[in-house]
């Protein structure tokens, strides 16, 4: 099936002028590996490409992307071909949401379960690390070339989704694509350094500060905090730059469940992580977002302190069985 989608694929790039690939808000590295992969993988078609990505770009992946090319504002532009890569749902889209229907042909590629599919050509395989990965494998059935600039993108992609090959997602697979690679010129070591390795001052200030507050509830098993808007001011740091926190604190032994509250004006963001057989997806999707069974996440129009209690709630039953 695969086969076929990639051969229609190939015949609405070919057939096509004007073409957006958009990622979701808020991006992380799976998402811009992805989305700037296939534009490079497109610019030998000498197509009109467009990129859209509501939100800024971490700094540890601005090496990897050119930001002038990310489209600020959505002017209701009409698209022959749009893909939509790494987001589960139209949402996600952010203020790029109405490109879906001012785009003739919409293509979905992404590894959420949530995902219910909402192109008119929908890829989506939950068993994949990442999408990046299951992009290789769609990049691969065209038989043309993949470029070292096309690889280390990938690469960055299931290098971030798979937390540096360390969760469950990854598989032997995995890690012959990742093999397969570095024979096309991916320098791991260097790339490992550029996400991991380059943190400013005030950015590891910011990260320390959201980990001291740290809160553990149900004998250790919930581990929550806040990152907030005083606490970005004080460090002088963007919100997207602050990451990892949540991996941070799944990384206690006793904890079962990890959130961060990440406060914005009119809402918080939630970010879950869990070990063992919780899955956190089923939390979000009640809260309408989505994600996976060990990562999700979702919205909840309430301060940050409202939605500390609803999280704290939440797992009330499930962490005190």
Do not use: W
């Not at 203020?95 to 992404?110: A, C, G, P, R, Y």
């Not at 069974?293 to 709630?313: D, S, T, V």
């Amino acid at each position: 099936m695969l086969k076929n989608d990639v051969k229609e694929i190939l015949s609405l790039i070919n057939t096509s002028e004007n073409i957006c690939i958009a990622g979701h808000m808020a991006p992380d590295g799976d998402c811009i590996g992805s989305v700037m992969a296939l534009y490079n993988f497109l610019k030998p078609f000498d197509k009109n490409i467009t990129i859209m990505i509501d939100g800024i770009i971490p700094f540890n992946y601005r090496t990897f992307i050119d930001e002038n090319i990310i489209t600020k504002n959505y002017d209701n532009e009409k698209f022959d071909l749009l893909f939509v890569l790494d987001t589960s749902d139209t949402k996600r889209l952010g203020q790029f949401e109405d490109v879906l229907k001012n785009s003739k042909i919409t293509v979905v590629i992404d590894h959420h379960k949530t995902n219910e599919g909402f192109g008119d050509i929908n890829i989506i395989y939950s068993e994949m690390s990442s999408t990046g990965e299951l992009l290789y494998d769609i990049l691969k059935l065209t038989e043309m070339d993949i470029t070292t600039e096309v690889a280390v993108l990938i690469y960055l992609a299931i290098l971030t989704d798979t937390g540096k090959f360390s969760y469950s997602n990854t598989t032997s697979r995995t890690h012959v694509k990742t093999a397969e690679l570095i024979d096309l010129g991916v320098n791991v070591s260097e790339i490992d350094n550029i996400v991991y390795n380059s943190k400013p001052a005030n950015v590891v200030r910011a990260f320390i500060d959201c980990v001291s507050s740290i809160e553990l509830h149900y004998d250790n098993k919930l581990g929550i905090t806040a990152m907030t808007k005083e606490l970005l001011a004080k460090n002088n740091a963007e919100m997207a730059d602050v990451d990892g926190v949540v991996e941070y604190i799944r990384e206690i032994k006793e904890v079962e469940v990890s959130c961060v509250l990440k406060e914005y004006d009119e809402s918080t963001k939630v970010s879950l992580r869990s070990k063992n057989n919780i899955d956190v997806s089923a939390v979000s999707l009640k809260y309408k977002g989505g994600g996976h069974a060990k990562a999700a996440g979702f919205e909840l129009k309430e301060n940050i302190e409202n939605a500390k209690r609803i999280i704290i709630e939440e797992f009330k039953e499930l962490l005190m069985k």
